[in-house]
């Protein structure tokens, strides 16, 4: 086997870049430290209301105690629905879609319809969704 041969300055120049990702990488997690630290003084000292902003041992503790109340359970009944929402609501706009492109005329018929829709915030959206299925 030919082992190839790095030059000293190539060396030199790839150690000075591993040397300053990890200098990156710890001043990020000495960010996240610290950030979580003073958080933690300043909800133990009242200086930020602990009900609003909660605290980083209470997270922790909440993590810690996640059989008894049941989160992840809920975690995995949210990602289920996030999940099957998102699958139906692709399916469902393909289908829109291919009629759309497949008939001129319901095309046509629907263009200024789907300008209005989209040009809606799309928080606005569930709302209007939610009345109009309950007036039916």
């Given at each position: 086997?030919h082992?190839?041969?790095i030059?000293k300055?190539?060396k030199k120049?790839?150690?000075?870049?591993?040397t300053?990702k990890?200098?990156?990488?710890?001043?990020?997690?000495?960010?996240?430290?610290?950030f979580?630290?003073?958080?933690e003084?300043?909800?133990?000292k009242?200086m930020?209301?602990?009900?609003i902003?909660?605290?980083?041992s209470r997270i922790?503790?909440t993590?810690i105690?996640?059989?008894?109340?049941k989160?992840l359970m809920?975690?995995?009944?949210?990602?289920?629905?996030t999940?099957?929402?998102?699958?139906?609501g692709v399916i469902m706009g393909t289908?829109i879609a291919?009629?759309l492109w497949?008939?001129d005329?319901?095309?046509k018929?629907?263009?200024p319809?789907?300008?209005?829709?989209?040009?809606?915030?799309?928080?606005?959206?569930?709302?209007?969704?939610?009345?109009?299925?309950?007036?039916r």
């Open positions: 086997m082992k190839e041969s030059s300055d190539r120049y790839l150690k000075k870049i591993w300053k990890i200098s990156i990488l710890l001043t990020q997690i000495g960010i996240v430290i610290a979580i630290t003073i958080w003084i300043c909800a133990n009242g930020i209301d602990s009900f902003t909660s605290q980083p922790l503790k993590f105690n996640l059989s008894e109340n989160l809920h975690l995995g009944i949210t990602c289920e629905e999940l099957i929402g998102f699958f139906l289908i291919i009629f497949w008939s005329f319901l095309s018929v629907s263009e319809f789907l300008v209005v829709l989209n040009s809606l915030p799309k928080v606005a959206l569930g709302p209007i969704i939610i009345i109009w299925v309950r007036c």
